[in-house]
């Protein structure tokens, strides 16, 4: 079983920061990429931002520049650092996480529950 556990979702106002944080749990051998996805009402899901096990780090165009993804191997945590928001950021963001799982030592993609960020005035 493995968990991905978010949490630093809230309402903030345009030009405003955030930081986002999601820790897996569960019997992992081993975690590679890691990364956000983002979800707004009447849209698509869409990838804001992915990294690696060696810290490769991949980006939307809509957020380069402003977010900032990284990560805490010892503490298998990942983070997402918003900066700058602004409306359209309004999502559901939801973790996602690429787990090698013990035996029998399957490559699993396990996603979270998701947390609300909501930029408004």
């Known amino acids: 079983q493995v968990q991905l556990v978010e949490s630093g979702g809230g309402l903030v106002q345009p030009g405003g920061s955030l930081r986002l944080s999601c820790a897996a749990s569960?019997?992992?051998?081993?975690?590679?990429?890691m990364g956000w996805y983002r979800q707004a009402p009447g849209k698509q899901r869409e990838l804001v931002a992915t990294?690696?096990?060696?810290?490769?780090?991949k980006y939307a165009d809509s957020v380069k520049g402003r977010f900032t993804i990284s990560r805490d191997n010892a503490k298998n945590t990942v983070y997402l650092q918003m900066n700058s928001l602004k409306p359209e950021d309004t999502a559901v963001y939801y973790c996602n996480a690429n787990v090698v799982v013990v035996a029998p030592y399957r490559f699993l993609d396990v996603w979270g529950q998701g947390t609300l960020v909501a930029v408004t005035s």
């Open positions: 990294i690696t096990s060696g810290g490769s780090t």
């Open positions: 569960g019997s992992i051998f081993s975690i590679n990429a």
